[in-house]
C-alpha cells in the first residue's frame, strides 16, 4: 500500500484495534441545518471529547467545524452531493475532487452511490474515477453504497447489501459503507466477501440507545469494522457521552448491557 494512503488511514482507524468510529456531517446539504449540527465547531468538538476516530463533512464545513485546541481528529471530506428538494433525490453528483480536499487537510474522501437509480451509471463512473485519483494523491477512499431504486424492495435484504459492498470493493474503495442487514450471520456473509473494512450506516434516527449499541456490536460480531453513523450520534441528548460508550464497544470489546449502565449512571 502507498505509504501515504497507510498513514492517512490510520487517522482514520485505531492502529491497534484496526476498527473505527466516524460521525458523519454531510446531512445539510441534503435536508439543511438539522439539530445537532447548527453550530459546526461544538458539534466536531462534541465528538472529539467522546474520542470518535474522524468526522465526515462537506468542503465549505471544514473552516466551520474546524477548532483550535483539543484533540485532533480524522478528516474525510465528502465529495458528492443531492437535495430532498430534488426530483431525483437519489442522484448524486461530484462537487468536489481529491485534490481539492488535499488543499482542505482531508485524511480521506468519501463517494455516494445509490445502485439502482435511474443514474447510477453516473455514480459508478464518477466512483471509478475518484478511485483512480485518491489512489494517485494516497488517499483512502470510503464508499457509501445504498440499494434505493425502482426494482429495490430492501435495502436492508442481505444480498442487496452484500452487492452494494462488493461494487465499492470492486471500483477501488479502500473502505465500504452500506446498511446492517438485521442480524450478525447475513452480515458476516456481507463482510466475508470483502477485502477491505466494511462500516456500517445508522440510517433513520432509532428510538433506543440499545438498540443502536446492540447493532453496532453484533456488526463487529459478525467482523464489520465499526461504524460510520451520523443522526444517531450527533443528535443524541449528549454526543459525547454516546461516542464514549461506542468507543467501549468498538474498541475496548466491552457488552452491550455493561456499557449501557455506564452510560446511564
Known amino acids: 500500500m502507498h505509504i501515504g494512503k497507510a498513514i492517512r488511514l490510520e487517522r482514520i482507524f485505531n492502529r491497534d484495534t484496526k476498527r473505527t468510529i466516524i460521525v458523519p456531517m454531510d446531512h445539510g446539504v441534503s435536508v439543511g441545518p438539522i439539530h445537532g449540527l447548527v453550530d459546526m ?9 467522546g474520542g470518535a476516530n474522524a468526522v465526515l463533512m462537506h468542503k465549505g464545513l471544514v473552516r466551520c467545524g474546524h477548532r ?20 431525483f433525490p437519489n442522484a448524486k453528483t461530484l462537487v ?23 443514474t447510477e ?8 474515477r475518484i478511485a483512480a485519483d485518491a489512489a494517485s494523491w494516497g488517499v483512502p477512499l470510503l464508499a457509501m453504497v445504498y440499494a434505493r431504486g425502482p426494482k429495490v424492495k430492501s435495502e436492508f ?3 442487496m447489501v452484500a452487492h452494494c459492498a462488493r461494487v465499492g470493493v470492486e471500483l477501488g474503495a479502500d473502505v465500504v459503507k452500506v446498511p446492517y442487514t438485521g442480524d450478525p450471520d447475513s452480515f458476516a456473509r456481507v463482510v466475508d466477501a470483502c477485502c477491505v473494512p466494511v462500516v456500517i450506516a445508522g440510517g433513520p434516527k432509532m428510538g433506543s440507545t440499545e438498540a443502536f449499541l446492540r447493532m453496532v456490536a453484533d456488526s463487529l460480531m459478525a467482523g464489520g469494522a465499526g461504524l460510520s453513523v451520523g443522526r444517531n ?33
Do not use: Y
Open 157 to 159: 435484504d442481505p444480498d
Open 68 to 87: 483550535t485546541q483539543g484533540k485532533d481528529i480524522g478528516l474525510i471530506v465528502h465529495l458528492s452531493a443531492s437535495t430532498s428538494l430534488s426530483p
Open 233 to 265: 450520534v450527533f443528535q443524541a441528548d449528549s454526543p459525547q457521552r454516546l461516542v464514549a460508550a461506542l468507543s467501549r464497544i468498538v474498541h475496548e470489546n466491552a457488552g452491550v448491557r455493561e456499557t449501557l449502565e455506564t452510560l446511564k449512571a
Open 121 to 128: 451509471a453516473g455514480m459508478l463512473r464518477d466512483l471509478g
Open 96 to 118: 468536489c475532487g481529491v485534490e481539492e480536499a488535499v488543499r482542505l487537510g482531508a485524511d480521506g474522501v468519501s463517494v455516494h452511490v445509490n445502485l439502482g437509480d435511474e
Open 41 to 49: 465547531r461544538e458539534a466536531v468538538g462534541n465528538i472529539v471529547a
